[in-house]
């Protein structure tokens, strides 16, 4: 087996184990844990994320971006859980390194949660701000680390498909002047 591939001695799963260690070490007994238990529910199914779209469109201000995020997040997390079938890669299960948080399934590549936030952070970005958003996400990756249910090469990998899909959305719904772009 090369260095490249993700069997039990690769790199990539040497460098996944370190950082999940390492994170409950340094975040383990600090309140970033209810913390990141609260953004763990916030995010189930991206259900937090479609609330906060729908709250943004009920409020009548740049609905057909409130729209195009909203799909944006939709479309994330449908990509991220018909990849994470794909792939099928079981979460992590290091002894020292529990579960602190139930989930819906045993499949952990890439994380739902990544997509569905970093697609929050590229369709709701220009309403909420681009800094927070990005901010949250950040906070967001760390959280499913910290709680020992995705490895980090789960959450980069998940946020960079749901910014990818994002983008490719917004880009497709809204125009530059923030009109619909195929009315």
Request: charged share 15%.
């Amino acid at each position: 087996m090369t260095a490249t591939r993700s069997g039990p001695g690769s790199r990539l799963t040497r460098w996944d184990h370190t950082l999940l260690r390492s994170t409950r070490r340094a975040l383990g007994a600090t309140p970033a844990v209810p913390v990141a238990r609260g953004l763990s529910h916030f995010g189930e199914h991206a259900l937090g994320w479609i609330a906060l779209g729908a709250a943004g469109w009920l409020s009548g201000r740049r609905r057909p971006e409130w729209a195009a995020g909203t799909v944006g997040v939709v479309a994330a997390h449908g990509a991220g859980v018909v990849v994470k079938r794909v792939v099928r890669r079981v979460r992590p299960q290091l002894p020292d390194v529990p579960a602190l948080v139930a989930t819906p399934s045993r499949l952990s590549f890439p994380s739902a949660h990544s997509c569905s936030t970093a697609a929050a952070a590229v369709g709701f970005g220009p309403m909420l701000g681009a800094v927070p958003m990005a901010g949250l996400t950040g906070v967001m990756l760390v959280s499913r680390v910290l709680l020992g249910v995705h490895y980090p090469s789960d959450v980069v990998s998940g946020a960079a498909l749901g910014a990818g899909t994002a983008a490719l959305v917004r880009r497709r719904l809204v125009a530059a002047d923030g009109r619909k772009a195929f009315a």
